[in-house]
């Protein structure tokens, strides 16, 4: 079941650095491999991610700290997968920093959250109404991540969800890594198509 | 020829999403294996398009049920690639969600169309004199799929065609896969051109 | 030396089609395989460029004729290779339509030609001089294809160049087929800058 | 330890020419071999960087200059990496041309820098408080590369680092290529995400 779910998360990994989303060594994974206890894997912090490597992930608990004697070191971030964890039955959460999660983190920064309605995409939240309204909420980056890790903790709800930190990229999560993979690509796309609109109805209300 | 279609299809499947058209798992796509009985493969719902798999398509009837048991279902859009086959010599239909086509869906959705003239890239629709006028219809989302088809089946005329879907995509079909992609790809094009063009021209009349 | 220059047009092929740089089956690539008489390897009708198959060029003469009995069809715009070759001591000619490209022909379409200055990239049309000034012309697109052609043997001058034809792409050529694609890519840098330039520095002058 | 050398900088050439970031052969990099005496690599002029090749670098010295008889010819920017090799300890350094490099650094020429604050990926640049500053200089672009290198030259401090050249794209340097290739990798997301956020809140100080 470990080898299992490593090659789960390493292949996420391969296609969201095909498609250049851990710029600059940015991002990082997870996926649950036990409840009782809770264990995790996590991406090794300072790795290049589009390389695959015996190094990429090591097991944590659920204070993030490594099950097992080991020279790698955990993401700086992993207390965000560990409230995450805690908080839901989500079995897999992704942070992940593009240009358009970052730009709309800004520019709706103010208003502590981005919504999206009458598009046919938030179907991946399993919104099926045709009135639905997504709202993603935006958090406050702070460099003190137990910090950050309080505030995000805030905003989890359901086991699968969404929430995007200031200038600081994605997070997202879902019961299994397709559904958190699931998530991401829902998301992006909406903040890319959000984008787009602005520029030929800037004057809209969203 | 059943297994001769369903590589042509899978083929068309890896190829848009290698282009990653189809996030957050949207998109689906049809091809015709015969036509008394009519009979099609298309895209089973919730998978990962991005995988090539035994299970991405099975073959349906003329109403869009599974031809034979299977635990596989069909996409949630089925009854739209339906309607083709039944008022065309349509063989292949793909229905993809981009950034592009959902922007000019809403930019232009309130006029029911979008409009191309004087651009190389309609020949690919078959219109070849210099002043050939190229009209796309838009129609409006609705979350009832019966209700979408039946509206849908409207814009249907000719072997080849695509039809926008507000802030849901389009749909194109063609006689073979090649030419339903070659209008896809068109259609993108022109889509992009569109959206580029109107940020440096943007009191232009279409 | 016909199976080397076959396999360095596909190389070339192959390497724009992976950049998707042949929407809708649009562009067109010819490579000179002799000088008496004039032979030249020209792009088949109506091919899937993103596949690599022994139908994809054909041999044709002075006239862009078929040099051989074939079922393959010369591309439509063959005889905009052949004035080319006729003129020039050029090797290899490729014709593609982008974004880009097409954006930059109709904004510029009017003055008839596109202006690069203060950019490094000019270098790669051998312009070494600090204020050494780019110009691309740009031709009306016609629909009657010698029409086209006469137009456009106008604008050729020299070993290597390009030229825009309005809302029809661009097409370069060179010595070598390396040559080419340099100018090919040197040209669509200069074109995306300048369209990104623009958004942010919409009264400069250029 | 020079083919270990060799093959790293190959590695880092084939992720960057697959991302399109050395279009018209423009762009080169270095990788440092040896201090006593100062022996690097640096890529040859005139290659296709797309291709993996035995000719791709050749082995220069603090001048710049071949260490061993060849026909291949250093890049014309060899002289800036010497710089950087001279004045730190970097052990690699790469030049490369993008569309948003080239457009940040002529729509923030004329300050002479550009600076980013408040956006998490400057922690690729080492810099870990919660206000810190980061600032990229712009030198002019000189058509004569002794009197450039110099100018670079004044740029350059810490074992990291990155400068703009107007319209002639970054050039980073870093201990190690994968510490280059990070430096670069934030560059450019940074740049991007400025361009796009301008488009968005284009009144905004920075």
Redesign the interface.
């Known amino acids: 079941m470990l080898k299992e779910r490593w090659n789960e998360l390493a292949d996420v990994k391969d ?1 969201l650095a095909n ?2 989303w851990f ?4 991002g990082n994974l997870a996926i649950k491999v036990s409840d009782h206890p809770l264990h995790f894997f996590v991406t090794a912090s300072g790795k ?1 991610k ?1 390389k695959r490597t015996d190094e990429d992930f090591l097991l944590v608990d659920e204070f993030g700290h490594p099950v097992e004697q080991t020279h790698l070191k955990p993401s700086a971030e992993t207390l965000l997968h560990v409230e995450i964890y805690r908080k839901t039955n989500a079995g897999c959460s992704l942070h992940v ?1 593009t ?2 999660n ?2 709309i983190s ?2 709706y920064g103010d208003q502590g959250e981005v919504t999206f309605k ?4 938030i179907k ?1 939240f399993d919104m ?3 009135d639905a309204t997504l709202k993603i909420p935006i958090i406050r ?3 003190h991540i137990p910090t950050l890790a309080a505030k995000f903790s805030e905003q989890i709800s359901g086991d699968t969800g969404a929430v995007l ?1 200031r ?3 994605i997070t997202v999560w879902g019961k299994t890594a ?1 559904e958190a ?3 991401l ?2 998301s ?2 909406l903040f ?2 959000q ?7 800037p004057y809209q209300i969203i």
Chains 1, 2, 3, 4 share one sequence.
């Open positions: 296609e498609r250049d710029m600059g060594t940015s290049d589009r920093h240009i358009d970052n730009v800004e520019i009458g598009q046919e995409l991946a099926w109404e045709e980056n702070d460099a930190i200038n600081h990229g397709f993979k699931k998530i690509e829902a992006e796309f890319r198509y984008l787009r609109l602005l520029e030929h109805k």
